[in-house]
């Protein structure tokens, strides 16, 4: 998207905004927004997009901490004998069911939902509520689900106990076999929690289905990270006293931060303050409401911030996300790399992951060089900027030291 169509883009968000004002907030409520209480709390827009016509659509809505905001998203697929498949529900809020129901009446009802987690928590809690409001459609989970501090049946975390299934470990045998092949990632055991995923392939439209291994960083801000853009102003400043400049170009600045913080926690780019700065820059400020967190803005970005995210970006090259890399795969590298090269001997064209950008045109060479990372003798030409791992890497040291988690394989240590 180059200027003119982001300001374009700018342009339709604000009028929506506008619009979103006369609607009712009763539209955007999400009920049980306190069992995961992250922003935006209990008001969540949904945004639908089609990406094959009648055939493949994506829901995103927002969710993140401290104005660190990307979006996470389902996909819905039509069947071939008809009706949905729903992959990873978002939060079923009337926008959201509204949205759905339009799909439902030219398509058919929604006969399967997919939770292809079992240890994103962000994804699971939606699975219950939105399966109360498709009493005909059938569940399926990813194998050895668990919950925390607890491990608790199913039916205790509100999914429907008569409707629900296990995803069987051979794909043929699941009743849409005929239109889409998986690949279940064997449970990687991390002590405090288990981590797999459930990467699934529309044979029909050619696309690949991912939850949180795959990410690809666009270069401006999603569409719905623009219907409310006050996070995207937030961190588009660079010191407290700025005045938030609603944009296209602080849009962009801002969200280009928040992909840095999303991906890295503290980017080496990133400075932090003193205190007693920050809190003397907090009484300059033009906003100290609770909205503006009182007007403290403890961030100081060096000035080759943008470099950093070119680098992080790649062009829109796909990679995994480093926190997966530092602290997870790294402790199942062979069992990781089966689960690609399965995937990689489909015949899809694009990927739509849960975050960041979608639909992503995408060869299944490209998602296998992705996991190059965990291959000895090619993960030194993995492009992310080794210096941008030193946070994740001490956190790492760490939580090893006091035996949280298993050590990562040797070639990873240090």
Known sequence: MDNRQL????????????????SSSRDFSWSYWSVVPIYPYGQRRTVRQEVI????????????????????????????????????????TGECLSLLQELVAQHGDVKYIILPTISGVEHKVFVG????????????????QWSFPINLPLSW??????????????????????????????????????????????????????TDTIVSIPENPPQINQVDPYPLLFHSRDKASDPLTDNYESRRKGWQRIALFAMYFQPSV?????????????????????????????????????????????????????????????????????????IAQWDFQRIIPCHFDAPIPAQPQQFRQAFSFLEEFASDSYPLPKEEFKTLKAIDRIICQFRLVPPPSKKYEG
């Open 157 to 210: 975390l509100g999914l429907p106990r008569k409707r629900t299934h296990i995803l069987p470990s051979d794909s043929s045998k699941a009743p849409f076999a005929g239109q889409f092949d998986y690949a279940i990632l064997d449970t990687i055991n991390l002590k405090l929690g288990l981590f797999s995923e459930v990467a699934f392939y529309d044979k029909r439209s050619r696309t690949l289905l991912v």
């Open 270 to 342: 990133l400075g932090i303050p003193d205190w007693l700065g920050v809190f003397r820059d907090a009484f300059r400020a033009s906003d100290r409401s609770l909205k503006a967190y009182f007007g403290l803005y403890p961030f100081e970005w060096e000035d080759n911030w943008q470099q950093c995210f070119n680098s992080l970006r790649g062009n829109g090259r796909l990679f995994v996300a480093p926190i997966l890399q530092t602290l997870i795969l790294n402790r199942a590298d062979k069992t990781t790399l089966m689960w690609a090269d399965k």
């Open 129 to 144: 509520p939105f399966a109360r409001k498709f009493p005909q459609a059938q569940v399926f989970v990813a194998p050895d």
């Open 53 to 92: 016509e009648d055939s493949v659509w994506t829901f995103e809505q927002l969710q993140g901490i401290f104005y660190v905001v990307v979006p996470i998203r389902m996909t819905v697929v039509k069947l071939e004998e008809g009706g949905l498949l729903v992959y990873a529900p978002v939060a079923p």
């Open 7 to 22: 300001a374009s883009h700018y342009q339709l968000s604000t009028c929506k905004s506008a619009m979103v004002n006369q």
